[in-house]
Structure formats: C-alpha cells, structure tokens
C-alpha cells in the first residue's frame, strides 16, 4: 500500500515538473530590440529616421558587446552596415530616408557567449501612399465571369457527414465534400451548425498557406453563426496530420507554383472556383439566412477573403489578416513583392517569364482589392517577412470600400490575441446585429 502511494505521488510530481516545462515561454537570455523613434513607426517620405538598437539581459543593457546591423528597403539589398562593439549595450543610428513610399527595415545582430541573437524593426513611409506594380489585364472580369460560369455547371454533390465526437450541446459537426470546379474535384471543410431551430448568417473560413486538418469554429457557432472552414487541396479535411506533412514534402510541395505558365490551369484557378463553391454550399443550407456573409483567414487565407469577396458580391463583410499574394511583380520593379516571392532572386530564374508574368496578374489580390465594395477589417504588422507590409498596402490602397485597418507595428507572420480578438468581436458585431 505504502509503495503504491509513494508510486502515485512520484507519477505525480512527475507530470507537475514536465507541466512546468512545458509552460515556459520561448524565450531568448539576450533580447536585442531595436524601434523607430517615431511611436507609430510611420514617417513622411524625404523624414529621416532614426533607429534605437539595445542589447538586454535581465532587464539591463549588456555592455562592451559585439553588434552588426544594416539597414535595407525590406527584402532588398542593404543600403548601410556596420559592424562595432556597443560599449554601453545601446545605441542610436541614423536609418537615413525613402524617396518613394514604403518600408525601410534595420536589422541588428548581437553574439554574446557564442551566441547569436537578432532583433529588427520596420519604419513605413507614406504607406497609404504605395501604388501597385501589377496591371489589371483587360480581360480580367470577363475572365472569372466565364469562369465562374463553366464552374456553376458542375453538380455540388455535397456530401455532408455528422461528427459525433464534436458536436456539443448547442453545435452540430459535419465534415463536408463538395464537387468544384470540374467533375470529380472535391472541396472539403468543418461545418458547424447551431442546434435551435432558426436562420442564421454565416462565417467562412478560408485557409492559410500549407495543407492540415480543421477542427471547425465551434466557438464562433455556439454564438449563434453557421462556421465553414474549408481546406483548399481537394482532400479529407480530418486525416491524420502526418498524411498532410507528408503531401506537403511530396505531391503538392510548391503547389503555389504548379502551372504558372497557364491562366487555366494554374493551381489557385480551382482554389478561387472552390471559395466561390463554397459560398453556394452555404446558400444552399435550409439554416442560413440567405443573406447576412462574412469571410476571414489569415496570409493565404487574407488573400482568399480578398479575393473571395471580390469575386462574389453574395459576401457581405471580410476581414483579412497579412494577405498573401499580393502585388507578385514587386520584385521585377526594384521592391518587396507578396508570398510566395514567385519573383524574388532565389525563383526569378525559373519564373521571370512572360507566360507567367502575365498569369500571376489574373491571381493577383491586387486586382481583386480593385473589386472589393464591402466593408472590411484588416490587420497586419510592419515586421513581417512573409507578406511584406509593401505588398500588402499595394492591395489595400486598391480597395474603394469602407475599410478598418489595425496596425500591430512590431507584429511579424503572427498575431497577438487582441488582434484576434479584435477581428473576431468586429465580424459578431456585423453579423450578429442581423439576428438582433
């Protein structure tokens, strides 16, 4: 009796200490931080800014330590570096200016026991201010009308199965399959349903950059929506997640690539095809109010909200956080293009063909921004290296709609909860007035 209680309190402790460890943050012994001095981060074009580089530790500078810092117009080759030893753990240097609006980001790296740690910081000029590169083909609406068209001639098909183990006492669960785009092309997504009988407005959700399972926004549908979130890949949203991994190592490694030469057959044709799918999918549901539509998602998944709202006046409100594919040809102008940098130094040699040129401007969110007339929310941070704050503003200036933008300055590819939360509260705000 006695060796089972020792055993029990043992286990016990155990799981405590490797809960413990689990629970602490990711964080570096040696942060460098590094700011504009203008609190916002925003600047005139021809005002000089002046960025504050601090090597800490503890809460104190760290002395006499060895630093390197450049500074560049993001994704571009650096206009000024150094390299010196910070005698105070702090310091101030002169960014200098942009001519042009956009985004002029410094860099700072500190080695400290052998060690290497980073910090960097964005300052924007005139962003409201930057203009496209990309071109709007003439064609561009004839394009998608016909699209869309020889799209709605093929059956949905759907398909809807019950998820026991995930409904809960006010939402019902189903995983979806739908027919998109041609005959035996499958959408897949997370539907979930409020159990009381009525009509609701509806949130999609529309996916990020990569394949994975879902789980649904039950959260969301608790409060009195109809949720889908979809999967753009045209297989079961609710594998395994290994089998995912392994298709992104294998079968659709690069897909944001496949068939660029060819408007028709370019991976993201039936990607777009398959939000407008789904949006008929929500139409087509006897709860849905037939009427009140939101879209959201976050990098590919803000590109889609754009883009999905652009393409089908049925959506009523988006919000979109750091979009991706915006502005694509930025690089061949001599500036930050969007994900996935189809022409940066590292792809141009394979992409920087006319062919492929020319299609990226038919998938551009650009020129869907120019479509957008519905109210938006939207959300980004100047840090980002994935979606450059260039390309991201370069869609967003196209948008001739009432329009919310929240800037979390510091924020890279991520988000803190509160833009989150503010997003999230600014949809329920839209669409759960309707049922008011």
């Not at 060796?3 to 629970?23: D, G, N, Q, T």
């Not at 940098?341 to 299609?359: L, S, V, W």
């Not at 833009?419 to 600014?426: D, T």
């Amino acid at each position: 009796m006695k060796k089972s209680i020792i055993i029990f309190f043992v286990l016990i402790i155990f799981l405590l200490a490797v809960s413990f460890a689990v629970a602490q943050p990711a964080r570096n012994m040696v942060t460098v931080v590094v700011a504009p001095d203008h609190s916002d981060w925003e600047y005139k074009t021809g005002e000089i800014v002046n960025f504050s580089i601090s090597v800490m530790q503890y809460g104190n500078p760290v002395k006499n330590v060895k630093l390197k810092y450049e500074i560049n117009p993001e994704k571009m080759p650096a206009v000024k570096s150094d390299s010196l030893v910070l005698k105070t753990g702090e310091m101030t240097v002169n960014g200098g200016t942009m001519k042009q609006p956009g985004f002029l980001r410094c860099w700072a790296t500190a080695y400290v026991d052998g060690n290497e740690y980073s910090g960097y910081a964005t300052a924007g000029f005139d962003p409201l201010n930057i203009k496209p590169t990309t071109e709007l083909p003439k064609d561009f609406t004839e394009f998608w009308d016909n699209a869309k068209a020889e799209a709605a001639k093929i059956p949905m098909d759907a398909v809807v199965t019950l998820i026991p183990d995930r409904c809960t006492e006010k939402v019902n669960v189903y995983h979806v399959n739908l027919q998109n785009f041609k005959y035996g092309s499958r959408f897949y997504g997370i539907l979930g349903i409020p159990k009381a009988d009525g009509k609701y407005p509806a949130l999609l959700h529309v996916p990020g950059a990569g394949a994975r399972p879902y789980q649904g926004d039950v959260d969301n549908a608790e409060k009195g929506l109809i949720t889908f979130d979809v999967g753009i890949h045209g297989v079961p949203v609710t594998m395994d997640r290994q089998i995912y991994g392994n298709m992104m190592n294998a079968a659709i490694d690069g897909y944001w690539f496949f068939n660029l030469d060819d408007r028709d057959r370019y991976y993201y044709k039936r990607v777009y095809l398959g939000c407008v799918r789904a949006i008929d999918f929500i139409f087509s549901l006897p709860e849905f109010d037939g009427e009140n539509l939101a879209v959201t998602g976050g990098s590919q998944g803000g590109a889609l909200s754009i883009i999905a709202t652009g393409l089908d006046s049925r959506i009523k409100w988006l919000a979109a956080f750091y979009p991706a594919l915006c502005d694509l040809t930025g690089y061949l102008h001599g500036r930050a293009g969007g994900w996935p940098h189809m022409f940066n130094q590292d792809n141009r040699a394979f992409n920087d063909k006319k062919d492929k040129i020319e299609t990226s401007k038919y998938y551009d969110v650009v020129n869907f921004a120019r479509m957008v007339k519905v109210p938006g929310y939207y959300s980004w941070g100047f840090n980002d290296n994935v979606c450059p704050p260039t390309s991201m503003y370069a869609a967003y200036n196209m948008i001739d709609a009432p329009k919310e933008l929240y800037i979390a300055q510091d924020t890279g590819h991520w988000t803190y909860p509160e833009q989150r939360s503010k997003a999230n509260s600014w949809l329920l705000k839209q669409l759960l007035k309707t049922i008011e």
